[in-house]
């Protein structure tokens, strides 16, 4: 479906670069002004307002008005839909339910039993019941209609507030968008409300916030409704649809609405088919040396951008479908093959502001790699990142979010095993020494890197359900299993990493912004101490959990990291028993930046401790 054209009085202008050279947002300090590519005064917030309500509108099929129901029938008009017979089916007992209503996916019941439960009477005619009237008519007819809500779009001037906070705070932890070639255009229309529904999240005010969630509201049904028509157009505006959707999914992801959150599971893997078919308009190119040999390096530099762009779609889809998995726990739909992961280039080379700096970037990494293919071939010992780029701290984001999914996958499958439990910590161990940096770090890898750790030693999903995720009983169910790895070896692990998980996080700064699995796995952290403390609380930290392979790694001083209270007045290893760390952990998630999600896990937490569940079990 085509989105409807706007006419030209309202046409959308949007503000233009003075120049090829101009420095994108992304690459300014934050004190400057805004970008010369921001909205001007003159940009028509209405016309953009028109051309998506319309495409809504036109979708939606939505009249000016409803049909009368009151249609005439007549006597052999039957099946006239009626209230049934069957009584309310009794709400469930809610007593110790708490923690399920609370849970981070749970619906409310509005949101469960939107369908009305009308059945017609039974003991009649079956041919009879079968024929529609025209009043049943009328009711499909109304039913398949959406209501719409015609809400103006903000001001221009907020939206480029929106865009500016997104650039210089959201872009590094998901850099999926060429910042220094970004400019809002008519086409990429979709995109830049995207990322301004992103961006509102970093003012700082409730009324912000409201907005961009109208602004996600509205944008996800205007992709639903126009997505045949831009992958149908050019390759630019497939991609841009195809980047639009992704940031809506991250939205989706953090906002802490379970409705959100069960439609960015529903829809990742639409969204994968969207960038698949976008994908066959046009091959990605290599960094080859033909592009630097072009007589037009301003044209190689565009393309060149295509296809990066495209490439860390790839890798941004892998690094949804691993966090999807592990928040409900199901199978993840991608293959997280490791040779097939995209080859992304140099966060350096990514950022390049000018075509000249990216040619003589790019000449550099073509000379580098070069010289270090043959010392790759001597190596003795395979590389299981073949592909990869060392240099891409996003590509250390994806590698490692492979780890995790392939991991859930083979939990999910029945396949777990001693040897897949030791693969994994081997590809792990070989992961930190491939990519680990004492360099700045947007995206919180180590926490990442010790999050997938807990989930190889301890079952999350039973965990979720030993603390009330499904109810009373399933909770019951899972004591057992619970009770037992609570005083198990590999719970003294899992308390380690939590604790690591921890130290890292209370020592970032205050400015900076938790990167997209922070909130879920400090969860995790709090969960294992909310468990052991709930099942085994005279639990002694094993000595052995200090000898495991991935904490020798890290050195003699991870002991000291890993801090447990008791340590220094005792010569054995705490005793779990206060719940100060865990208290800790809740504050840390309510202070986790500006993600509902974060929040949402606290109260959970909260929740549990409140009902007398890990504090008094």
């Not at 007549?74 to 049934?84: A, I, L, M, R, W």
């Not at 940031?247 to 069960?262: D, E, N, R, S």
């Not at 984001?397 to 780890?403: F, S």
Request: with cysteine.
């Amino acid at each position: 479906m085509d989105i409807p054209s706007v006419p030209h009085t309202n046409t959308i202008d949007f503000g233009q670069p003075t120049g090829s050279t101009q420095i994108g947002i992304g690459e300014t300090a934050p004190s400057s002004g805004p970008g010369a590519w921001f909205l001007e005064d003159d940009f028509d917030v209405g016309a953009l307002d028109f051309s998506i309500t319309s495409t809504i509108s036109e979708w939606a099929q939505i009249p000016n008005v409803f049909p009368a129901a009151s249609l005439s029938t007549g006597e052999h008009d039957v099946y006239t839909p009626v209230q049934s017979s069957i009584p309310d089916i009794e709400a469930p007992n809610m007593t110790g339910d708490t923690v399920k209503r609370k849970w981070f996916t749970h619906m409310s019941p509005s949101d469960e039993n939107r369908p009305n439960r009308e059945f017609a009477p039974t003991g009649t005619n079956w041919s009879g019941q079968t024929n529609a009237n025209e009043s049943y008519r009328a009711g499909l007819s109304q039913k398949l209609r959406r209501p719409m809500e015609d809400e103006a779009l903000p001001s221009s001037e907020q939206l480029n507030l929106f865009a500016k906070l997104y650039f210089h705070r959201f872009h590094p932890l998901l850099p999926v968008i060429h910042a220094p070639s970004f400019r809002p255009t008519a086409e990429n229309s979709l995109l830049f409300l995207s990322i301004c529904s992103i961006g509102s999240l970093f003012v700082g005010s409730a009324r912000a916030v409201a907005q961009g969630s109208r602004i996600f509201e509205r944008l996800n049904k205007a992709i639903l409704a126009s997505w045949e028509s831009f992958l149908s157009e050019s390759r630019p505006d497939a991609l841009s649809m195809v980047q639009a959707a992704i940031l809506g999914q991250t939205y989706a992801i953090l906002a802490g609405k379970p409705k959100y959150l069960v439609l960015a599971d529903v829809l990742h893997g639409t969204v994968a088919s969207w960038a698949r078919e976008a994908n066959r308009l046009g091959a990605l190119c290599s960094q080859s040396r033909d592009m630097l040999n072009s007589g037009d390096i301003e044209r190689s530099w565009h393309r060149w951008i295509d296809s990066e762009q495209r490439a860390r779609v790839q890798a941004a889809l892998n690094i949804h479908d691993a966090e999807l998995a592990a928040l409900y726990h199901h199978e993840p739909i991608r293959s997280h093959r490791f040779r097939q992961f995209p080859r992304l280039a140099s966060d350096e080379l990514f950022s390049a502001p000018t075509s000249s700096q990216w040619a003589v970037l790019l000449r550099q990494s073509l000379q580098t790699q070069s010289e270090n293919r043959p010392q790759a071939q001597l190596s003795l010992s395979p590389d299981p990142f073949p592909v990869t780029d060392h240099d891409s701290r996003f590509t250390a984001y994806g590698i490692l979010e492979g780890i995790s999914a392939r991991l859930i996958d083979a939990k999910q499958s029945q396949e777990f095993s001693h040897l897949v439990c030791q693969d994994t910590s081997n590809l792990l161990i070989q992961w930190w020494q491939t990519y680990h940096t004492t360099d700045q770090d947007p995206f919180c890898l180590s926490v990442l890197w010790h999050s997938i750790f807990i989930s190889l030693y301890a079952d999350m999903d039973l965990l979720e359900q030993a603390v009330g995720r499904d109810g009373r009983a399933p909770a019951l169910k899972a004591s057992a299993p619970a009770r037992e790895w609570a005083s198990s070896l590999n719970a003294s692990r899992c308390l380690v990493h939590a604790s690591l998980i921890a130290r890292y996080l209370e020592r970032m700064s205050i400015s900076a912004e938790p990167a997209i699995h922070v909130p879920r796995a400090l969860f995790s952290a709090a969960l294992i101490y909310l468990c052991v403390a709930q099942y085994a609380p005279k639990h002694v930290i094993n000595a052995e959990a200090f000898a495991s392979p991935e904490l020798k790694l890290l050195g003699d001083g991870a002991a000291e990291v890993a801090y447990f209270p008791g340590n220094a007045q005792s010569s054995e290893l705490s005793v779990v028993t206060d719940l100060d760390q865990l208290y800790g952990m809740i504050d840390l998630l309510q202070r986790g930046g500006r993600w509902g999600i974060s929040q949402a896990f606290a109260n959970v937490l909260s929740t549990v401790l409140d009902e007398g569940k890990g504090a008094y079990g």
